[in-house]
């Protein structure tokens, strides 16, 4: 079946260290994967995308990398800001369907 | 823009009520998207629409109908709601599948 799932539920990095967010995915057929960002109370906002077709995309502070071969997804974040504190989901996007992983929560200590 | 508009923001039902959870977007995007958030939980697929006129059935549709007879609108009812319906619900929009833009939620409880 279609599902996304997370290694670890919560990190806790210092302010200015890097942070990696991992996700294993298990559908073979998907195409498209994104990273969301969702800060308390609010609704999940998107940080980053990546096509199968690519290894790896970067944007500003953040570089998604695609591992098709074990199915795993990672997000790194470079000088990791208080700002930054929130929950990260992977999602992957089968035939249009959004199927989100269970999120890991980014703590970053001043 | 105004993006997607969740209306309302909050409710309390009682067990056996029915309501509508109100979706509106207005950046003309053809998929729409309903999800429900437990604490401590990912988002879940309720239903989804590819387009006016269609709709199917995501992870979770139990319990929950929905209508897509605009490219704006994309409501979803509760016919008889029930304590673990209690969750936050989020509504999102995407002009091409790819890049959902969610609303800020429905935070929804049923005693």
């Known amino acids: 079946g279609e599902s996304v799932g997370l290694h670890l539920p919560t990190l806790s990095v210092q302010e200015g260290d890097n942070s990696i967010i991992n996700c294993a995915y298990s559908?073979?057929?998907?195409?498209?994967f994104i990273w969301y960002k969702q800060e308390s109370g609010k609704g999940p906002q998107f940080i980053i995308d990546?096509?199968?077709?690519?290894d790896k995309r970067q944007g500003q502070r953040v570089t998604v990398l695609l591992n098709k071969t074990v199915k795993h997804l990672s997000l790194q974040i470079a000088a990791t800001q208080p700002g930054d504190s929130a929950v990260y989901f992977c999602?992957?996007?089968?035939?249009?369907?959004?199927?989100f992983g269970q999120g890991t929560e980014l703590s970053v200590k001043p | 823009n105004a993006g997607v508009t969740q209306t309302p923001k909050f409710q309390v039902l009682k067990t056996g009520q029915s309501m509508t959870l109100q979706c509106a977007q207005d950046?003309?995007?053809?998929?729409m998207s309903w999800y429900r958030q437990d604490p401590g939980m990912g988002l879940r697929l309720i239903h989804y629409?590819?387009?006016?006129?269609?709709?199917d059935q995501g992870e979770v549709p139990n319990g929950y109908n929905v209508s897509r007879s605009t490219t704006e609108d994309f409501p979803l009812r509760l016919l008889s709601a029930a304590p673990s319906q209690t969750s936050v619900y989020f509504c999102?929009?995407?002009?091409?599948?790819?890049?959902?833009?969610f609303g800020s939620g429905t935070r929804l409880t049923v005693v």
């Open positions: 999102a929009s995407s002009y091409n599948r790819e890049g959902y833009t």
């Open positions: 559908n073979s057929a998907s195409d498209y």
């Open positions: 990546i096509r199968s077709n690519m």
């Open positions: 999602a992957e996007n089968p035939s249009g369907k959004l199927i």
């Open positions: 950046m003309n995007h053809e998929y």
């Open positions: 629409s590819v387009g006016a006129g269609i709709t």
